[in-house]
Structure formats: C-alpha cells, structure tokens
C-alpha cells in the first residue's frame, strides 16, 4: 500500500507525520471518507465538496484546489491499483508546537490513504444489526457542529465503547434536547406506516449516502419526511435502516434487545437496499 502525504508516495510502514502536527496533538484537522465502486469513485465531488466545507468551519485553508483534490485521490487510486476502495482524504492543521493556537501551523498537510474494502457489517446485512441507545449525547450543534467532520471522533467513540460493551453492532446517539440524532458512523432513518422519517441535520452529520437514499426514496414514490423524534418513534418504528459510506445501507432489527417491527429486515429498507446497490454499480467519477 502506497499512503500520500504532500506530494509524495511512502510505503504503508514508513507512512508517517510529526508528533507536533496539530492533527495529532489535538484533532484539527478535517478528513472524508469515500468509496470507490468497480473504477469509479462514487459521489467524488460531493465528498470533496463536504471536506472544503469542514476544513472552512474551522478557518483551516487546504493548500490545494478542489480539482487538484480530485486528481490527487485518483492518484492514490492508481498507485495502488485499486478499482474497489474505501478512501480517506485528511487535511491536518499541520506542525506547529505544544501551544492551541492554529496560527503556529504555518501550513496544512495533506494525507490520502486508500484500502481495499468489503461489506463493513459482514453477514449483517442479511440478518440485521443489534443497536443499542447510548447514555452518551451527540456534542450539541452550538460546541461543536456535527457537520464539522473533523478528526475528532472522541464523541462517536465513546458511543461505539458503550454499545460495544452491551453487546451491540452499532450505538445510537440521542443529542441534549432528547432527539434522535444518528450512530456513531452514519445517519438513521425510521420507517413507518409506509413513510421514511429522519432527524434533521443540525444535530447530525449531513451524510452522502442519506442524500442518495433521500434520493432513492423519491424516485421509488416513497414519502420521505425530516423531523424531530425520540425513544418512541425508535421502539414502535416499522424498520429501522443506517446509512453511511462505510457502512453503506444497513437495516437494524433490534434495538436495546426490543424487536423492530416483525424482527426481520423489512420490505422498504430492502428497496432502498436494492437500489443503492444499482446506484453505486452506475455512478461515479472513473479513476482512469
């Protein structure tokens, strides 16, 4: 595996940066990740776009354009020769010294690691996903906006840490008002009586993927609606799905050892599985 860092391919084991680099020291940094499908990489500008957009949040300036980002990931692609890949654009504060202040960063970094990947949930994806609701709450939008997609996942790990511990695949975050806000990875959508609900994304991450299942919903004639919800609308939900680049379209059957619905994956959440999966077959950006 060949890791870019600013200009130049390393080897995997000698891929390295410095102790000082605020991205290390502190978590200032922006980072994507991206899937690339049978040579095209999916949702490519999108992607570039959200990290632009982060990196901005934080009054972070990414020493290269958005089409020197693209050619820079295609790059990676090749070097590795990869046509299926999860890939993972970072932008650090770069090498300062000890202190907070960005401004001892005199310029960013730029890091592109790109690795084969596979179903993330495995087998999961026929039988289901065993959720659990965290005690942990999503950082509210006024500390730290969730759309920030920085590299400080602190927040999310300790999520994954209490589900982990309680048995379950993935963790579900309720944010400080008591909404439903998203998992640790990826976005959450409920199904009932037919209609797709999903939180709105002051509290969560605006996700690639749930745009394009927001998509796929329209075009299959599914009403598909934004709103607050809470611990009701999960227990009594028909089907319950997550979405994210990683872990793509996955359905949840139980949540805190209660059944979803009949306890198996539902009739909608495998429509939108279905069509995700022919939308990632057609789409993208070609590496070559």
Known sequence: MQIYIDGIFYPKEEAKISVFDHGFLYGDGAFEGIRAYNGRIFRLNEHIDRLYDSAKAIDLAVPISKNEMTEVIKGVMKKNGLTNAYIRPIVTRGVGDLGLSPTKCPKASIIVIATEWGAMYGDLYEKGLKAITVSVRRVPAECLPPNIKSLNYLNNILGKIEA??????????????????????????????????????????????????????????????????????????????????AAEVAPITLVDGREIGSGKIGPVTRQVMEAFKKVTESEGTPIA
């Open 164 to 245: 982990n511990c309680k048995g379950g695949d993935e963790a579900i975050f309720f944010d400080t008002n008591g909404y439903l806000s998203e998992g640790s990875g990826d976005n959450i959508f409920i199904i009932k009586n037919g209609g797709i609900f999903t939180p709105h994304t002051i509290n969560n991450l605006k996700g690639i993927t749930r745009a394009v299942c927001i998509e796929i919903a329209h075009s299959l004639g599914i009403s598909i609606e934004e709103r607050n919800m809470g611990y009701f609308d999960l227990y009594t939900a028909d089907e319950i799905f997550v979405t994210g680049t």
